[in-house]
């Protein structure tokens, strides 16, 4: 069974737990870097309590602009949305603890009583935690570091040739993109008759606004959803 694997951060886990043979990596979303003013996120961070990361990757682009500056964390309650390796990555650039939320209920709920927070979005703007932290806090203010565009035809054909049996998909975003392509690609056909595997409740929600069923792992984490995977096709 070949596994079509969404996310192009994910596919060298999953050809270490499934084997090269078994793995199509079919990236639907590239990921472009705004420009972003260092000194609006100075000033943002200045009078923050609370800090959150969406994603780690979003630490290394937030690094660049920031030219580390570590500093600035200093003081200030961190999280992150994507767990333990995000914390990691948040860490290795800003040398700061973060809590590692699993998803964006978890941070909201690590907020509650925040005075002021920052929220660095990655390649699409988090309205759900977005809107939960609007509610909890004083003031919320949003960064978002890249703009995610559908990537190109090359590598989203092979969501259909050869496609799979089996596709992962880690955010509502790419869900969108390879089913509304710009370029004509029998996407959902293709996924109607696969099993879906979505990295969460979200992922599943979207593949649902489609008609596509989906099953959802008991964890979002990479390496988690790669086992999860392994275990379907393995019977």
């Given at each position: 069974m070949r596994v079509v694997v969404t996310s192009p951060r994910a596919v060298e886990l999953f050809v270490r737990v499934l084997g090269r043979e078994r793995v199509v990596a079919a990236p639907v979303v590239k990921l472009v870097p705004r420009s972003i003013s260092a000194e609006e996120v100075a000033k943002a961070l200045a009078g923050a309590t609370h800090v959150v990361f969406v994603s780690g990757a979003v630490a290394y682009r937030l690094a660049e602009v920031l030219h580390g500056a570590g500093a600035l964390f200093a003081g200030r309650a961190v999280a992150t949305a994507e767990g333990a390796k995000g914390a990691v990555m948040v860490k290795n650039k800003f040398g700061v603890e973060a809590y590692p939320g699993q998803t964006w209920e978890e941070v909201a709920a690590w907020a509650r009583g925040c005075g002021a927070a920052v929220v660095f979005h990655h390649g699409e703007f988090h309205r759900e935690l977005a809107e939960a932290l609007e509610a909890l806090c004083g003031s919320v203010a949003h960064f978002q570091l890249y703009d995610a565009v559908p990537e190109d035809l090359d590598k989203m054909r092979l969501l259909v040739e050869p496609g799979g049996d089996v596709y992962?998909?880690?955010?509502?975003?790419?869900?969108?993109?390879?089913?509304?392509?710009?370029?004509?690609?029998?996407?959902?056909?293709?996924?109607?008759?696969?099993?879906?595997?979505?990295?969460?409740?979200?992922?599943?929600?979207?593949?649902?606004?489609?008609g596509i069923e989906a099953v959802v792992p008991p964890s979002g984490r990479l390496g988690d959803v790669a086992k999860f995977v392994a275990s379907l096709i393995r019977g």
């Open positions: 992962v998909f880690f955010s509502g975003v790419a869900v969108e993109y390879a089913v509304e392509n710009p370029y004509g690609l029998p996407v959902a056909e293709r996924l109607r008759r696969a099993v879906n595997v979505a990295a969460g409740p979200a992922v599943a929600k979207a593949l649902a606004k489609y």
